[in-house]
């Protein structure tokens, strides 16, 4: 039902700043919960943050004061921006989207590669 989208991942300086955006098709789209997860060469997929469909954000320790999830129903977008980047948040990151009642996301995108440089 729902395809998504990353895109804005790039390479920045440590300390810089990077909005990614995950362009999410289907009808259903507000009713999701939307997640960024981020994954790096050979390690676990680690949660990063989430919006609910009303609106509530919960964010992983690391990144919780740098990191702020948003979305925005009439275009079918979730955000993540990214401020005060490290360099162990080097990864790519993953949208995904969970339908109401599940308790795995349906839905994932196919990754945007953020490099953040020393």
């Known amino acids: 039902q729902v395809q998504l989208v990353e895109s804005g991942g790039g390479l920045v300086q440590a300390g810089g700043s990077l909005r990614l955006s995950c362009a999410a098709s289907?009808?259903?789209?507000?009713?999701?919960?939307m997640y960024w997860f981020r994954q790096a060469p050979g390690k676990e997929r680690e949660f990063v943050a989430r919006?609910?469909?009303?609106?509530?954000?919960y964010y992983a320790d690391a990144v919780k004061g740098r990191f702020t999830i948003s979305r925005d129903n009439a275009k079918n977008t979730v955000y993540l921006h990214m401020n005060s980047l490290k360099p162990e948040d080097t990864d790519v990151y993953y949208c995904?989207?969970?339908?109401?009642?599940?308790?795995?996301?349906?839905?994932w995108g196919q990754g945007t590669q953020v490099t953040v440089s020393s």
């Open positions: 995904a989207a969970r339908a109401p009642g599940n308790s795995q996301c349906d839905y």
């Open positions: 919006i609910t469909w009303n609106g509530f954000t």
């Open positions: 289907g009808r259903t789209f507000s009713s999701y919960d």
